[in-house]
């Protein structure tokens, strides 16, 4: 990732902070719309999802400066992730709803540089998150 493309995540992903509660609720209903098959992956109450999701999701995003600060705790979900069931396929369907709601909540914030550089990071740390659910896997 060029840092570039962090100023543009970190800067844009601000602006969605205030609508965390909101951005998630369309993330998931977005998520479920895309394979309602991971519906059941999710066992506690959706509302304390997103906000699991949202906190992670700025952890990661204001980490991206520093990556190695951040690998480990990325590592672990992934580790974690597996225990819940979740398989490499639905990593594609995450980023894509992932994607699609940071389009809705940004509008024209939400330029083409800033959705590859959203694209860059989310696969970052998507393969990160697989590689060490691999591990555990194997």
Known sequence: ???KQIELVQSSWEKCIPIADTAASIFYAKLFELDPSLKPLFKS??????K???TMITTAVRGLNNLEGIV???QAMGKRHVGYGVKDEHYETVGTAL???LGQGLG???TE???EAWI??????ATTMKDAANEVAA
Do not use: H, N, P
Request: hydrophobic residues 40%; negative net charge; aromatic residues 10%.
């Open 99 to 101: 994607i699609w709601t």
């Open 52 to 54: 699991k999701l949202m």
């Open 45 to 50: 109450d959706i509302k304390e999802q997103g």
């Open 113 to 115: 540089e800033t959705k």
């Open 1 to 3: 990732m060029t840092e």
């Open 108 to 110: 024209d914030d939400f």
């Open 72 to 74: 480990g705790a990325v």
């Open 120 to 125: 860059a990071t989310y696969t970052l740390l």
